[in-house]
């Protein structure tokens, strides 16, 4: 019973983000550091996401986004593409076995860009897990924030063609509503592996005023551990939103 002892676990704080976005960054590094070729580290990245995504069910996080693949990303090696699709077809068999009960699954990108099967299996997965209100697991895939944001002005633009709108309607919120992400609270974290100190067109409108956690540590390394400091250094920033 040390009452004036130093605590030797971390304790989580009471209130967590509504929202938390990771930036699944380092994995060709920690490959690189081990003189293995990348998609090992793609592999396992990949395991560290599930362990991830249990803990963060376990602690009571409500949104959860994951940035798998960017837009950009397609200027990779063929073979590292393949390797990060084959992952990603896996993980979608696989999905049911480690989601638990309970948790809403969405996918942020275009889907126009994977092989049909992969797509109506995308889309499957979110109609049955529509219902569910426990945990909001988002994963990013073929994903940019400026093509999301092109992508909402021309559905915009195309109402205001059909007379479903007018010009002077578009707002914040009619834009929001046309992101993948409607529905879902902005995100407050930013967590980024790697060492690298920038969003790389991650979620640009969501994060408007996030708060950002940068570690050095690479993913495959980031442990739940890791994710307690993120949450507790969060909980110490003073956000002010603008105001005072
Ligand atoms: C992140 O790891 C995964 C994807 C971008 C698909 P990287 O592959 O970018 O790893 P580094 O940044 O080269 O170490
Ligand atoms: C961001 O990582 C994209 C994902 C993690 C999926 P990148 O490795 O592609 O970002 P840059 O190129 O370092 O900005
Ligand atoms: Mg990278």
């Not at 004036?4 to 971390?10: H, P």
């Not at 073979?79 to 979608?92: A, G, K, V, W």
């Not at 990013?140 to 992508?151: D, K, M, P, T």
Request: proline content about 4%; glycine content about 6%; hydrophobic content about 40%.
């Amino acid at each position: 019973m040390a009452i004036f002892g130093k605590k030797e676990t971390l304790t989580l704080p009471a209130e967590l983000p509504k929202h938390v976005g990771f930036i699944m960054d380092g994995n060709g590094r920690w490959a690189k550091k081990r003189g293995l070729p990348r998609p090992f580290g793609h592999k396992e990245g990949a395991k560290q996401f599930k362990k991830i995504v249990r803990y963060c069910k376990d602690i009571g996080l409500q949104n959860i986004s994951f940035y798998a693949f960017s837009t950009e990303n397609w200027q990779r090696p063929t073979d590292e593409i393949n390797t990060i699709m084959e992952l990603f077809r896996e993980y979608i068999v696989d999905v049911r076995n480690f989601l638990s009960e309970n948790t809403r699954m969405i996918f942020l990108g275009d889907k126009s860009a994977f092989d049909d099967d992969l797509q109506e299996k995308m889309i499957k997965l979110e109609e049955d897990t529509a219902h569910y209100t426990e945990m909001t697991l988002m994963m990013a895939v073929n994903y940019g924030g400026r093509s999301e944001l092109a992508h909402a002005a021309r559905i915009l633009a195309q109402k205001a063609v059909n007379g479903e709108i007018k010009p002077e309607d578009i707002n914040e919120q009619s834009i929001a509503n046309e992101l993948y992400t409607k529905g879902i609270p902005d995100v407050d974290l930013v967590i980024r592996p790697s060492g690298e100190l920038r969003l790389s067109n991650y979620l640009i409108w969501q994060c408007a005023y996030a708060e950002y956690y940068f570690t050095d540590v690479l993913w495959p390394d980031f442990t739940p551990a890791e994710l307690d400091k993120a949450l507790i250094e969060f909980d110490r920033r003073n956000r002010r939103f603008g105001g005072v």
